[in-house]
């Protein structure tokens, strides 16, 4: 399995951040993996996943576990007997799915609201898992120009599909810590009132 399959498809957040402490973020193949993971967890698990996601009063979309099940529910429980049981983030069979939500006190007696929550958990262990991985991108910038400036490109280029807040953060933070005169530009070239208010924020930080 390849660097970038491993932080992609074992897209645990323990996994991801015990394999990120493996990898240098000067190394060109390193942030290149990262990238290709972040880009793989995006469209496979958080993109697929808007319909199921919250949308709060100022327009942001997230995931809510509680709004789904409709109980605050324990983070401890699903930390510890929940989350460990499916690293890979693939879905169970609904047989299995459904016993590992009764081991955590979770009670859905519909197929459809059990993968709802599924849903719902997967995108926002992706989402933990991205925040973790842009961090890392955002420790140092590519030593070459070319390079760092393709690697933006494809970052920016997420911004295309519907987003979580937490996810649109990370990606105008990490543009916004590479290069400023990038920020600058997507600020100049943004329609999206939401994306031009954070890279405000952290142009400000920043300049």
């Given at each position: 399995?390849?660097?970038?399959?491993?932080?992609?498809?074992?897209?645990?957040v323990e996994h991801v951040r015990a394999r990120?402490?493996?990898?240098?973020?000067?190394?060109?193949?390193?942030?290149?993996?990262?990238?290709?993971?972040?880009?793989?967890?995006?469209?496979?698990?958080i993109v697929p996943s808007m319909d199921v996601?919250?949308?709060?009063?100022?327009?942001?979309?997230?995931?809510?576990?509680?709004?789904?099940?409709?109980?605050?529910?324990?983070?401890?429980?699903?930390?510890?007997?929940?989350?460990?049981?499916?690293?890979?983030?693939?879905?169970?069979?609904?047989?299995?799915?459904?016993?590992?939500?009764?081991?955590?006190?979770?009670?859905?007696?519909?197929?459809?609201?059990?993968?709802?929550?599924?849903?719902?958990?997967?995108?926002?262990?992706?989402?933990?898992?991205?925040?973790?991985?842009?961090?890392?991108?955002?420790?140092?910038?590519?030593?070459?120009?070319?390079?760092?400036?393709?690697?933006?490109?494809?970052?920016?280029?997420?911004?295309?599909?519907?987003?979580?807040?937490?996810?649109?953060?990370?990606?105008?933070?990490?543009?916004?810590?590479?290069?400023?005169?990038?920020?600058?530009?997507?600020?100049?070239?943004?329609?999206?009132?939401?994306?031009?208010?954070?890279?405000?924020?952290?142009?400000?930080?920043?300049?």
């Amino acid at each position: 399995m390849s660097l970038e399959d491993d932080l992609a498809l074992q897209g645990a957040v323990e996994h991801v951040r015990a394999r990120l402490t493996q990898l240098d973020a000067t190394n060109p193949a390193h942030r290149a993996s990262v990238l290709h993971a972040i880009t793989v967890l995006v469209k496979t698990y958080i993109v697929p996943s808007m319909d199921v996601a919250q949308i709060a009063e100022n327009g942001e979309a997230y995931f809510s576990l509680n709004d789904v099940v409709g109980h605050r529910i324990s983070g401890l429980a699903l930390g510890a007997l929940f989350d460990p049981r499916f690293p890979d983030l693939q879905k169970p069979s609904d047989d299995v799915l459904n016993h590992a939500l009764q081991q955590i006190d979770i009670d859905l007696s519909d197929r459809v609201h059990r993968d709802t929550f599924f849903r719902c958990w997967a995108a926002h262990m992706a989402v933990a898992s991205c925040e973790l991985l842009f961090g890392f991108l955002r420790e140092k910038p590519q030593p070459s120009h070319e390079v760092a400036d393709a690697e933006i490109s494809e970052i920016e280029d997420l911004l295309s599909n519907p987003l979580p807040q937490e996810i649109r953060y990370e990606i105008v933070n990490t543009i916004s810590a590479l290069s400023i005169d990038r920020a600058r530009s997507l600020r100049e070239r943004t329609r999206d009132v939401r994306i031009a208010n954070t890279l405000d924020q952290f142009l400000r930080i920043r300049s």
